[in-house]
């Protein structure tokens, strides 16, 4: 596994995703060769369940990409988890979160 330093300035991008449960926020960001070392979430009012949740899988993404795991692999242990708001799109916001991941590494 591959130890890595963060540089000062990262380049990322945000993908606003629509949910049945409100708009998510997607911030992915990138290292000067276009390797995926930084994910995060926000969506839902600052402290809630729902951000702490999402607070802690993103910060376990950021160290699994640190590390060297793949983004499919990343992405593959996300999609498709099903939860009581799900819509036609996304099963559930880790779904979406796996998908919308995926999507971001292969630039779609």
Do not use: W
Not at 47 to 55: D, E, I, P, R, Y
């Amino acid at each position: 596994m591959q130890n890595f330093k963060r540089p000062k300035i990262m380049k990322g991008a945000t993908r606003k995703i629509k949910l049945q449960c409100g708009t998510m926020y997607l911030i992915v960001n990138r290292t000067e060769s276009g390797e995926i070392k930084e994910v995060f979430v926000r969506m839902g009012k600052g402290g809630s369940c729902f951000q702490v949740t999402t607070g802690v899988v993103t910060f376990l993404l950021t160290r699994m990409l640190r590390k060297g795991i793949s983004v499919e692999e990343l992405a593959d242990c996300l999609s498709g988890f099903r939860c009581g708001n799900a819509d036609e799109e996304y099963k559930s916001c880790m779904d979406a979160i796996g998908r919308e991941l995926l999507k971001e590494h292969r630039g779609e």
